[in-house]
């Protein structure tokens, strides 16, 4: 009962109905449903109710329910678009000690923030427990060359809800209430080898004794622009301890660069209207904001209440201007007298005169300071409304103001409650809510027009030279001023294409819009180059990440609703531009014209013998996972043409394009009579190669992912669909008569029992045809390695390099230098592209993914009829249930152990597990130790590893069928028995 997670008494039952052969068979026999699952939409689970509504209102541009959210990225300091220093160092050219003191040119960063969708005005917590040195306005984390792994966030801080529109949020951040250990955390940090953990905030013992504030940011929409706000701060410790909570409101700064695009404005104010220093208006202090091209909005602070009762004391206002305090920094001249740092000035240091006293600025915080007893809590309310809203008489009303909260809440839980697979478990659904709470908070205001940048604004010196020859210097036309979903906003807080492409699978189960959006914005010509590359990400845009993005596209196209009712414009859209890309791939990493592709790293870091994004000292890098990379490209824009075609005839040719491409890169890869291919047939796997300048070739036969990645390449082909497409049949059957060749190493319109098919013949069974990179028979070779233990299959997924590694490293000798690669389970051992992502062991989520939905896709092929043993099981499976259990293998990283009640992702970190108010939060990393489970790398990246909620899904889809089938059944016992 294994894959079902049955309860032992309905699989008892099961047998005792079924006999035990029919009920062996009943559980391998789900496969055709988990492709549905994988690549479509299901009704069953469409969010419904006031939230959908809101969705819909915003699609249509009737409400702009969407205007604000959590698009305040977590770290804008040390940016790439922040740095304008001669040699590219962005953590040296801005770093964390000037973040308080220094404006941003590109965006804000804060503390469990909002903004609008351009980063017009802002809301943030700042903080100050009495021994800081500094006031908490923003995550803190070591830079690169601080970190013994490379960058890293050292704070702990948890997203806890949201809905798509973001009428309700919720996150949670831990402050000690003892001084926060910057310098301690640099330093040891620094001094640890690479062999050697993180040393991480958790590691200090700050938390292990309950002296700490869990400060909970809440917001909940009345309106689209009126935007509750609620602070609960909850006093962890025994002992009552003081706390200054500074809410700030501010403008970006958009009026001191003289910029010639349209983000340049006249000075903004946010202006004091009233402050009722005691009383029982429950408004304490009113502002208004004027701005540009922002309509004007009201502010309210309320006073603070501790333990159910009001503080009469009202917040004191203060207010400066959001400019760089040049004189501390730099000895130069303020452009203000009045800077960014200025509540920092006065709150930490006292200095009085650092703040304005006109009730003016374009910064304004509400400085309470409030005593909370031991386990009790404060609570602080605000609200900003636009003056679009209707007149609210009492803003601030408690009983009014909650009711608001509880609305907001009930309507979040009505969505996810539909969006949510009712058989789920309330762990897994808590698992699944959290992993789409993630995938919404890493929403982010990215703004960097590159022209402007590389050129340097009028108002402020020109950049050094180097930098019209230097970084992104080849995209100019690139310009950047969207909402757009990062990988992290704090380790990573700068899109990655091939990220994005993940995030939009789980996005589109719950904001289809939103997932279309993001990725008809990569192939706009305002972001793609004029040649057809998509860029990569700010460090180097003319990087090259895998080609997934037709894969999302045709992903999402088929989630967003049932066949007959989905969006062809948006396919037909992003086909025209993906043809560009395809060829910019074809010209640029093909230049032999061989079918064999390169593409250097492509994502996976240091999962190669050496850096594969250098050139070698000798020949060239032929790559299995760039060329089966571009087949895998092939097969979705083959299914994508073929889709169109049946509602135009003209793209069937276009289909018979991608058609034959793949089947040359097929050729290609698998080609050994010719010298061509990177298929190993002694040892069942296919392996990059150097093709040397006397065009000799040399293997490189490491055990790796890249090896794997061939397998995604394939698509099943439905005769009815042929049979509709005349046109491009003829030409197919062109193919299948004059290269009937192909099909000895590759599976090439072959039916399930392996036959060549003739199309022609009407009275032919199959219905199903495959196209695929590996044969049947080399399939099978993969397979076995993929499911063995020894080599990928671990506890928590597949494991992205071999095991057969730990004990005898990889070796291989390239011209005079010796290489070798050992497994590496967790953090990297060397400094390869950062050295904060390892690719030499570690279970990833969007490779796992990818073979989960491929697994799927052959075995709606093959179905039964191929089976390979799982040792990890202990017996035969058909490939739908190798799939599952990768997906289940991979669910069970934030599961509690049932042994030991501990959730693997945390490490066995105590904290995780012995105190209460730890227990039911949920990290989800970049990456995972594949033995322990314990997650690796950037904190937060609920972009891929929102792909856990997909997995929930899949296993969603067997109980369901489960329930049914057992329902069927015992429906039928009772007419029986009648």
């Keep these: 009962f294994f894959f079902l997670e049955l309860p032992v008494s309905q699989g008892q039952q099961l047998l005792r109905v079924c006999g035990t052969n029919q009920a062996v068979q009943f559980f391998l026999s789900f496969g055709f449903l988990s492709v549905a699952m994988a690549g479509s939409y299901n009704p069953s689970w469409d969010g419904t109710g006031p939230e959908k509504d809101r969705l819909t209102e915003d699609e249509k541009r009737e409400k702009n329910w969407k205007r604000w959210g959590p698009y305040l990225s977590e770290r804008q300091w040390s940016t790439v678009r922040e740095d304008y220093s001669k040699d590219g160092s962005c953590w040296e050219h801005f770093p964390h000690d000037h973040a308080r003191s220094r404006a941003y040119r590109w965006g804000e960063d804060g503390l469990l923030g909002i903004t609008d969708r351009e980063c017009r005005l802002c809301f943030a917590l700042a903080l100050w427990n009495g021994k800081d040195p500094i006031l908490k306005e923003r995550l803190f984390g070591v830079t690169g060359s601080e970190g013994n792994h490379g960058e890293d966030v050292k704070e702990l801080y948890y997203y806890l809800d949201s809905t798509p529109t973001h009428s309700y949020m919720r996150a949670l951040y831990k402050y000690p209430q003892t001084e926060y250990p910057y310098h301690d955390l640099i330093e ?8 050697e953990r993180e040393y991480d905030i958790e590691d200090t013992g700050l938390f292990s004794e309950g002296r700490y504030w869990d400060v909970q940011a809440e917001y909940a929409k009345a309106g689209p622009n009126d935007v509750l706000i609620k602070i609960t701060v909850e006093n962890q410790g025994d002992d009552g301890a003081d706390l200054h909570m500074l809410p700030t409101l501010w403008f970006r700064n ?3 660069w003289g910029c010639k695009d349209d983000g340049c404005t006249a000075k903004p104010a946010i202006k004091l209207e009233s402050a009722q220093a005691e009383g029982q208006s429950e408004v304490a202090l009113h502002y208004t904001t004027k701005h540009d091209t922002l309509e004007p909005f009201a502010f309210y602070a309320g006073r603070a209440e501790v333990d159910g009762h009001t503080v009469q004391e009202a917040p004191r206002a203060l207010f400066t201007d959001n400019t760089t305090n040049m004189k501390k920094l730099f000895g130069a001249e303020n452009i203000s007298p009045f800077c960014k740092d200025a509540f920092h000035s006065l709150v930490v240091d006292g200095d009085e005169t650092a703040v304005k006293t006109n009730g003016t600025g374009t910064k304004t915080a509400m400085w309470y300071k409030v005593h909370v007893p031991g386990h009790k809590k404060a609570v602080f309310r605000m609200r900003l409304r636009g003056s679009s809203e209707p007149e609210c008489v009492a803003p601030l009303n408690v009983e009014a103001f909650e009711a608001e909260f509880d609305r907001a809440l009930r309507e979040a839980n009505e969505f996810y409650d539909h969006v949510s697979p009712k058989v789920l478990t309330d762990e897994e659904k808590h698992v699944q809510r959290q992993a789409f709470a993630g995938l919404l908070w890493n929403k982010q205001f990215y703004y960097y027009v590159v022209r402007d940048w590389l050129e340097g604004d009028p108002n402020f010196p020109s950049p050094p030279e180097e930098r019209a020859t230097g970084r992104n210097a080849d995209w100019g036309h690139l ?10 906003k704090w380790e990573y807080p700068w899109y990655a294409v091939w990220d994005l492409a993940f995030h939009m699978i789980p996005m589109a189960r719950i904001d289809p819009c939103f997932a279309k959006g993001q990725l008809e914005l990569f192939l706009r010509e305002w972001y793609m180059h004029p040649n057809g590359q998509v860029p990569a990400y700010e460090f180097c845009f003319d990087d090259v990440n895998p080609p997934v993005h037709a894969w999302a596209v045709w992903r999402v196209y088929k989630l967003e609703a049932p066949r007959g009712k989905r969006d062809l414009e948006f396919l037909e859209r992003c086909f025209h531009k993906l043809v560009l890309n395809f060829t910019w791939w074809v010209n640029r990493k093909d230049k032999d014209g061989k079918n064999i592709f390169g593409g250097g790293f492509l994502g996976l870091d240091n999962i190669g013998v050496f850096d594969r994004s250098k050139p070698l000292p000798s020949g060239t890098l032929e790559q299995a996972d760039g060329t089966s990379w571009m087949a895998f490209y092939c097969v979705h824009m083959l299914e994508i043409a073929l889709e169109l075609a049946m509602h135009n005839p003209a793209y069937e040719g276009i289909a018979s394009k991608f058609f034959e491409h793949f089947m040359q890169i097929s050729e290609a890869i698998n080609d050994m009579e010719h010298g061509r291919g990177l298929w190993d047939e002694d040892e069942g796997f296919f392996y990059d190669r150097i093709r040397h300048e006397d065009d000799s070739v040399q293997p490189l036969k490491l055990r790796s992912m890249v090896g794997l990645i061939p397998l995604y390449a394939c698509l099943v082909l439905e005769r009815e669909t042929l049979d509709k497409l005349p046109r491009f049949k003829k030409r197919m059957m062109w193919f299948l008569k004059n290269r009937q060749d192909l099909a000895r190493n590759i599976t090439f319109m072959v039916d399930c029992e392996g036959h060549q098919v003739n199309l022609n013949d009407t009275a032919a069974a199959s219905t199903r045809y495959l196209l695929a990179i590996p044969s049947r ?4 070779r993969v397979l076995q390695a993929l499911v063995d233990p020894d080599q990928f299959l671990a506890p928590y997924g597949v494991r992205s390099l071999s095991k057969v590694y730990e004990k005898e490293p990889f070796q291989v000798r390239v011209g005079h230098e010796q290489h070798q690669v050992f497994y590496e389970p967790a953090e990297s051992t060397s400094g390869m592209f950062g050295g904060n992502s390892n690719w030499r062991g570690p279970v990833w989520f969007p490779v796992n993914w990818l073979i989960v939905e ?7 092929f093959y179905g039964d009829k191929m089976k390979i043993y799982c040792p990890t099981v202990g017996t035969m499976l058909n490939l739908d249930q190798v799939s599952d259990h990768v997906a289940q293998l991979l669910t069970r990283l934030f599961l509690k152990d049932k042994t030991t009640g501990v959730i693997p992702c945390h490490g066995g970190q105590p904290l995780y597990s012995e105190r209460e108010e730890f227990k039911s939060l949920v990290l989800f990393h970049e990456f995972f130790h594949p033995e322990t489970g314990r997650g690796c790398g950037a904190s937060h990246q609920t972009g891929w590893t929102a792909l856990v909620a997909r997995c929930l899904d899949k296993i ?3 109980r369901e069928e489960h329930e049914r089938l057992a ?11 009648m």
């Design 188 to 195: 040891k940090n620094r001094s640890r080898s690479k062999e």
């Design 479 to 488: 310009f950047n001023k969207d909402i757009i979903s990062m990988p992290d």
């Design 967 to 977: 329902e069927e059944h015992r429906q039928n016992e009772t007419i029986v028995t």
């Design 254 to 256: 958009t009026w001191i």
């Design 854 to 860: 491929a697994l799927e896709r052959y075995h709606y």
């Design 777 to 780: 028979s080399r399939l099978q």
């Design 956 to 958: 969603a889809i067997l």
